[in-house]
């Protein structure tokens, strides 16, 4: 096992606790990584890592094939077949294409991205610049968050290493739905960071309405790690697949970490050398994930098909588990809550339903609430929206209720389960530093005019007698300003937003 130093001081909205790098087995995308120094240089990146030569497009293709490389970010997309779509495009439309890095990592769990960006950048371009090498590239574009992870350390590595097409670095909101493909595509462009409102594949037409190669950053890491080793050795490690993987352990771990690992190494290995106390449940893929009872989970492996044989998903590799002195499914409220309000609020879906969805858990922790209600709210949105968010929500939400029965059925009898909710599913703060914002009504003024919820439909819906039904979530800071125009509507004068104290 080796075990890495600090990284970078990290940005606005990130855990007070900065996990910690693990390798279980040979390292090889933190291969360098356990010495003092903080991040590989050029020089040390070389040292460790080798020198790198330029590969064609049947090359590119035939390794990515070899190695069975996948999207890293969350789909697990084929690589080759995205170099291939890509060539399509060029061929029809002879314009040279595009290479986007996505290293946004909008998922409040994940770091993997982040450890890449800060200690080891250049296996990053090494990867971007194999497939710019490939494809004739016009431009390489790295997209990161505007959490200050990362960006500096890339910006160092972009002044040291030579590429084969001008480079550029782009930063966008740090948000859940930045990472998404045509948000970050619409984002670079220079429009609004958010899903088109239609299905539109980058391939055809993407950054400056190129065709446009776009994977996540440790998909373009392991492609540099690839080129190196050859596909031969590339897969002596890994069972179910050929190679390692990088995951996020948080949650419940005493011991927070971006472990590397081998591809089919046991979940149980992992969760050991993190700390993880026994607990309810195990989240596998993040917040668009699915919930596994322990005994299940400790059995399984950690490849996508050993994952979703035990019911999970691999996805971006976050693995959040929970312990038992917390409240599961209000810990599912919370995130809940969160989701819904990083909507990009641009479809009925995601801009009412997820609201919606959002309340129903809430009552059923509060005990006033039908888990029918929760499936029946899931189920209005999925399908139906831009992108895969309320998908990915609903799936959570639902998946919530399978996994904690016991719990379920005691807030639904009783309105609790006797344990607190401690925050153990890391959401970025909705908090100002004295408390939680939150619209109250003054029942004496209100009239039940209506006029808060067509202003804010997001925030505020009508019971059947027409009065607002407000929920009991904190209201984001970005839908804050939505919240007092609701309130300067009220001809009564009885919607406030009010700060709970911690």
């Not at 040390?44 to 190695?67: F, N, S």
């Not at 922790?365 to 895969?388: I, K, L, N, Q, Y």
Request: proline share 10%; glycine share 12%; net charge positive.
């Amino acid at each position: 096992m080796i075990r890495l130093g600090p990284r970078d001081r990290p940005g606005p909205g990130a855990p007070a606790k900065v996990p910690e790098v693990l390798a279980l087995g040979p390292p090889r995308l933190t291969a360098g990584l356990h010495g003092p120094q903080h991040r590989l240089d050029l020089r040390g990146h070389l040292a460790v890592h080798g020198p790198l030569g330029p590969l064609t497009a049947p090359g590119l293709i035939d390794l990515a094939e070899r190695v069975r490389l996948a999207g890293r970010g969350g789909a697990g997309f084929p690589f080759a077949r995205k170099v291939r779509a890509v060539l399509a495009s060029v061929d029809r439309r002879t314009v040279a294409p595009a290479v986007v890095v996505n290293a946004t990592e909008g998922e409040p769990a994940a770091w993997k991205d982040k450890v890449l960006l800060t200690r080891a950048p250049h296996l990053i371009l090494d990867g971007a610049a194999l497939v710019a090498w490939a494809l004739h590239a016009a431009e390489i574009v790295i997209a990161v968050a505007d959490d200050g992870v990362g960006e500096a350390s890339m910006l160092a590595a972009l002044r040291e290493q030579p590429l084969p097409a001008p480079a550029r670095l782009v930063r966008v909101p740090h948000r859940f739905i930045s990472g998404e493909g045509g948000a970050l595509v619409q984002g670079i462009n220079g429009l609004p960071h958010i899903p088109p409102g239609i299905k539109r594949r980058a391939s055809d037409a993407g950054v400056g309405s190129r065709p446009t190669l776009l994977s996540n950053a440790e998909t373009f890491a392991q492609l540099a790690v690839a080129a190196r080793r050859g596909p031969t050795r590339y897969a002596e490690l890994g069972a179910d697949e050929p190679g390692t993987v990088l995951l996020s352990v948080t949650g419940s771990a005493a011991r927070p970490a971006v472990v590397e690992c081998p591809a089919g190494t046991p979940v149980s290995a992992v969760l050991d050398a993190c700390g993880v106390p026994d607990g309810p449940a195990v989240l596998f893929g993040g917040f668009h994930g699915r919930w596994v009872p322990p005994a299940k989970a400790r059995t399984a492996t950690f490849s996508r098909r050993g994952l979703r044989a035990a019911g999970g998903a691999l996805g971006a590799g976050v693995v959040l588990p929970l312990d038992h002195a917390t409240c599961p499914l209000g810990e599912v409220a919370r995130v809940v809550r969160y989701l819904a309000a990083e909507s990009a609020g641009q479809c009925g879906p995601c801009r009412l339903g997820l609201p919606d969805l959002a309340r129903a858990v809430d009552a059923v922790v509060a005990g006033t609430g039908d888990p029918a209600a929760v499936r029946a709210a899931a189920g209005a949105v999925v399908g139906r929206g831009a992108c895969s968010h309320p998908d990915g929500t609903a799936g959570f939400a639902t998946s919530a209720l399978e996994a904690f029965p016991d719990d379920l059925h005691r807030h639904v009898t009783a309105g609790t389960c006797g344990r607190p909710v401690r925050g153990t599913l890391p959401i970025p703060g909705t908090t100002t530093p004295d408390g939680d914002r939150r619209l109250t009504v003054d029942w004496s003024r209100c009239d039940a005019h209506g006029l808060c919820a067509d202003v804010a439909p997001d925030l505020i819906r009508l019971d059947a007698n027409g009065f607002p039904a407000l929920g009991d979530a904190p209201i984001p800071p970005r839908l804050e300003p939505l919240a007092r125009d609701a309130i300067a509507v009220c001809p009564a004068l009885a919607l406030r937003l009010a700060t709970r104290k911690h």
